[in-house]
T-cell receptor
Framework: KQEVTQIPAALSVPEGENLVLNCSFT??????LQWFRQDPGKGLTSLLL?????REQTSGRLNASLDKSSGRSTLYIAASQPGDSATYLC???????????FGKGTMLLVSP | DGGITQSPKYLFRKEGQNVTLSCEQN?????MYWYRQDPGQGLRLIYY???????QKGDIAEGYSVSREKKESFPLTVTSAQKNPTAFYLC??????????????FGPGTRLTVL
């Protein structure tokens, strides 16, 4: 059964820092990997989707990479801002199934 | 505007009552999903539907029921058999299920509290 782990569970940084969030998964037979953002009490917002054939995807200050063979993905946030404060969730789309397996998330706090 | 709507935003249930959570999407997506989110446990899949009039159990289906009579609607009923229903419920949809087109988009959620 696929398991997804996100490290660290929480992260606090000053504004302007570049940071990396980590996601690892146990079964490399995946279709894709999706990064989400969740604000307190809200639904999930899709940030980036990486297909299994891709190595990375970029959107603005966000860059996500995927290394299927090692079962890892990273989300890089450049020049962090207080508005980036949220919980970031990683989810893996499993080959042969139509569902996602989620990690428990990294809670990010960016202080002014 | 295309998107996913969930209602109500907050719902209170007495013990022994069934309640139904609404989820509607106008994205013309084939697949829809229901998740439950509890503090410290992440999202867990309750039910999903790949096409109208068809649905499958997820990891924690006991005490829940769904229907998919229309493409745009996927209501979730929390029955009295669900022993610990207090949670945040999230509905999602994707263009297709499985493969490379299953990027999921989420609604704003319904917070259910049992009194």
């Amino acid at each position: 059964k696929q398991e997804v782990t996100q490290i660290p569970a929480a992260l606090s940084v000053p504004e302007g820092e570049n940071l990396v969030l980590n996601c690892s998964f146990t079964d490399s037979a995946i279709y894709n990997l999706q990064w989400f953002r969740q604000d307190p009490g809200k639904g999930l917002t899709s940030l980036l989707l990486i297909q299994s054939s891709q190595r990375e995807q970029t959107s603005g200050r966000l860059n996500a990479s995927l290394d299927k063979s090692s079962g890892r993905s990273t989300l890089y946030i450049a020049a962090s801002q207080p508005g980036d404060s949220a919980t970031y969730l990683c989810a893996v789309g499993n080959s042969g199934y139509s569902t996602l397996t989620f990690g428990k998330g990294t809670m990010l706090l960016v202080s002014p | 505007d295309g998107g996913i709507t969930q209602s109500p935003k907050y719902l209170f249930r007495k013990e022994g009552q069934n309640v139904t959570l609404s989820c509607e999407q106008n994205l013309n997506h084939d697949a829809m999903y229901w998740y439950r989110q509890d503090p410290g446990q992440g999202l867990r899949l309750i039910y999903y539907s790949q096409i109208v009039n068809d649905f499958q159990k997820g990891d924690i289906a006991e005490g829940y029921s769904v229907s998919r009579e229309k493409k745009e609607s996927f209501p979730l009923t929390v029955t009295s058999a669900q022993k610990n229903p207090t949670a945040f419920y999230l509905c999602a949809s994707s263009r297709t299920s499985g493969g490379h087109n299953n990027e999921q988009f989420f609604g704003p959620g319904t917070r259910l509290t049992v009194l």
